[in-house]
């Protein structure tokens, strides 16, 4: 499947739906939570949080998706190489952290279904999680899936300008606050990041490159292009998110506690901004499925030979179908999982200084990475800086929670 993939797609092509995959999967209704709830308690003081995030995003992108590409293989199988059991550590982290996420992604999209058809978010959800099954089961299922993500993203960026086109934004404000913060919360920040960042969403742009046939220390300009142009569609939205969240909050209006969100859609632009909320919802959920799903299941790829390979291929698409299966019976049966999502979040900020500790391990073994290639010193020196404010933030986050 990888060699007809690569001769059938260019690497750039490749990196672009990587990218894209990376930036909508980062997007999803997790951040949409996430970013209406700490921009309602907040304000523009979560600007700050929104600017770690992106500087963050940097690092680990280029990082993570230069180690992946450059060595050739999965993350979880450079932890193995890197002491053995650890990469068994690792997929446990992503897989579970990517279920959970998993779950609020088709009932972010079968609530987008719901606001826009009037169809209960649980039959939404159902629907949602056929059309995502269907796309992954259809001959050359990566491309369908890179252009379906591609589709979306444009949705997601022009549902936003509209927004922002109807409000007053308080840009002044924003900056200020986004540089000179009058308060900072560290679990606002470990959650925002673990939710963009964190747990299955760094891996996921690295995976669809070797997915794609694109592996090697030649193939470092497709890791830039991608990683770049990821972190870049992925940070103007949650720019414009919280732009549109903060000028409803500072016109004084309550964000519902049950749906923040919509809230911010609804008292901007009425009945006809909550339209375009279920709209957006539907698109970040779709999105958020088909890269949680990828990137999760693929940590369930231990191979190293053709055979082995094509034996995990095999049975891939029954991963697949379970995954998505099992994770909408858990919404259809439970319901809107939206502390869930803020929970996940947090807990995908705790799993990242973890998992870039490992890689950043790997980058500097000849054995993994061949003796040749010298992993970037600027790379190294953030990663790790990286670590240490995202255990740190992550230990003050866990000290000050309220159980």
């Known amino acids: 499947m990888k060699e007809k993939q690569a001769k059938k797609q260019s690497p750039f092509s490749v990196a672009m739906g990587a990218a894209f995959m990376m930036a909508m999967a980062a997007v999803g209704p997790g951040f949409l939570t996430q970013t209406a709830t700490f921009t309602g308690k907040m304000g523009a003081n979560f600007g700050f949080a929104i600017l770690i995030c992106i500087v963050v995003d940097i ?29 068994y550590l690792l997929t446990v982290l992503i897989v579970i952290g990517g279920f959970f996420f998993n779950i609020g992604n088709v009932g972010g999209a079968g609530l987008g279904l719901n606001v826009l058809f009037g169809i209960s978010p649980e039959n939404g959800a159902l629907i949602a999680a056929a059309v995502a099954i269907i796309i992954f089961l259809v001959k050359d299922a990566m491309r369908v899936v890179d252009r379906s993500v591609q589709f979306l993203a444009i949705i997601k960026v022009a549902i936003l300008i509209y927004i922002l086109a109807v409000t007053t ?66 940070s103007v939205i949650r720019i414009m998110l919280f732009l549109a969240g903060l000028a409803v909050v500072l016109e004084g209006h309550v964000l519902d506690p049950t749906n923040p969100a919509a809230s911010i859609f609804k008292d901007a632009a009425g009945q006809f901004g909550y339209k375009f909320f279920g709209l957006l919802l539907l698109a970040a959920g779709m999105t958020s499925t088909l890269g949680s799903t990828f990137t999760s299941v693929s940590f369930l790829d231990y191979t190293v030979s053709q055979g082995s390979e094509n034996k995990y291929l095999r049975f891939r698409s029954w991963l697949i179908v379970a995954f998505i299966v099992l994770s909408t019976a858990i919404f259809y049966f439970i319901g809107n999982p939206a502390k869930v999502l803020v929970f996940v979040g947090a ?19 000849k054995q993994i990475m061949g003796a040749a290639y010298r992993h970037p010193r600027w790379l190294l020196f953030t990663g790790w800086l990286v670590v240490v404010f995202m255990a740190y933030a992550g230990v003050r986050t866990i000290l000050t929670l309220e159980f």
């Open 59 to 87: 690092i680990v992108q280029l990082n993570i998706w230069r180690i992946i590409v450059v060595s050739g293989k999965r993350a979880q199988v450079l932890a193995n190489e890197v002491f053995p059991g650890l990469g």
């Open 169 to 234: 934004v308080p840009y002044q404000a924003a900056v200020t606050h986004a540089f000179m913060p009058t308060h900072i919360d560290f679990y606002s920040i470990v959650t925002i990041v673990g939710g963009t960042v964190g747990g299955y969403i760094s891996f996921s742009g690295g995976h669809r490159l070797l997915e794609g046939g694109v592996e090697g220390p030649d193939k470092i300009k497709y890791v830039n292009q991608g990683a770049l142009t990821g972190i870049g569609v992925a």
């Open 347 to 365: 807990l995908n900020g705790l799993i990242l200084p973890i998992a870039l500790a490992i890689l950043l391990v790997a980058a500097n073994k």
